[in-house]
Nanobody, 117 residues
C-alpha cells in the first residue's frame, strides 16, 4: 500500500508560480512512476506530468516550458513547479503513483489550484 499526501495548492494570479509537493509513504520502494494529474470542473482527469525512477520526465503539451516535475527518492517526494500559471490551469491536482510490476495506481486526495485573470 502507498499513501500520497499533496500540498502547495492555492490561489494565484495569472503569470504567477506555485509549487506542489506530494509525499509518499508505505511501500515506496516499489513505486515506479510518480506524477500529477488534474481535473477541471466538467472535464476528465488528464495527465500533467510524470517522472520515472530514472528521473525521465514526461509532460502534457499544454504545460511544456512552464511546469517542471522533479523527484526526490530519498524523501519519497515528487514536486511540480508551475510557472507562468494561466486561468486554464485551474483544476484539482492529484498526485499519482504507479506501483510494482503491474503499475497499480494510487492517488492522493487532491489539492485545488485556482488561477485568476
Amino acid at each position: 500500500q502507498v499513501h500520497l499526501v499533496e500540498s502547495g495548492g492555492g490561489l494565484m494570479q495569472a503569470g504567477g508560480s506555485l509549487r506542489l509537493s506530494c509525499l509518499a509513504s508505505g511501500s515506496t520502494d516499489s513505486i515506479n512512476v510518480m506524477g500529477w494529474y488534474r481535473q477541471a470542473p466538467g472535464s476528465q482527469r488528464e495527465l500533467v506530468a510524470n517522472i520515472n525512477r530514472g528521473d525521465i520526465p514526461n509532460y502534457a503539451d499544454s504545460v511544456k516550458g512552464r511546469f517542471t516535475i522533479s523527484r526526490d527518492n530519498a524523501k519519497n517526494t515528487v514536486y511540480l513547479q508551475m510557472n507562468n500559471l494561466q486561468p486554464e490551469d485551474t483544476a484539482v491536482y492529484y498526485c499519482n503513483a504507479q506501483y510494482g510490476i503491474t503499475l497499480y495506481e494510487f492517488w492522493g486526495q487532491g489539492t485545488q489550484v485556482t488561477v485568476s485573470s
